[in-house]
């Protein structure tokens, strides 16, 4: 399994429900189009108004297919709530185990 991990700056808690509006309502529907897409996780840092997401790609090849097109939507979607991307790196992901995570 492979993770994209993007970094956000600007995420401060005025954007918060923007973003996860955003995130339920568009951004995963989106990434379960994708052939591959295995899963997403939010992360939130509001005191240092920092955010990063982890997209889980059961492949390298099924992550950088997607990348493809995921580079120009990601800009508009963040433009719309506000914030900015830093990096969006790919990791292998030897382990995994989320067992019940649904919220």
Do not use: C, H
């Not at 990096?87 to 019940?100: C, H, M, Q, R, T």
């Amino acid at each position: 399994m492979y993770a994209r991990v993007i970094a956000f700056s600007g995420a401060d808690s005025g954007k918060r429900e923007a973003a996860l509006e955003m995130i339920r309502g568009t951004v995963i529907p989106m990434l379960r189009s994708y052939d591959g897409y295995e899963g997403y996780i939010s992360l939130y840092d509001e005191e240092n108004s920092r955010a990063k997401a982890i997209i889980l790609w059961g492949s390298r090849e099924a992550a950088e297919s997607a990348e493809e097109t995921l580079v120009e939507r990601r800009a508009q979607m963040t433009a719309q709530v506000g914030i900015t991307v830093e990096s969006a790196n790919l990791y292998e992901a030897p382990v995994i185990d989320l067992e019940g995570a649904r919220v």
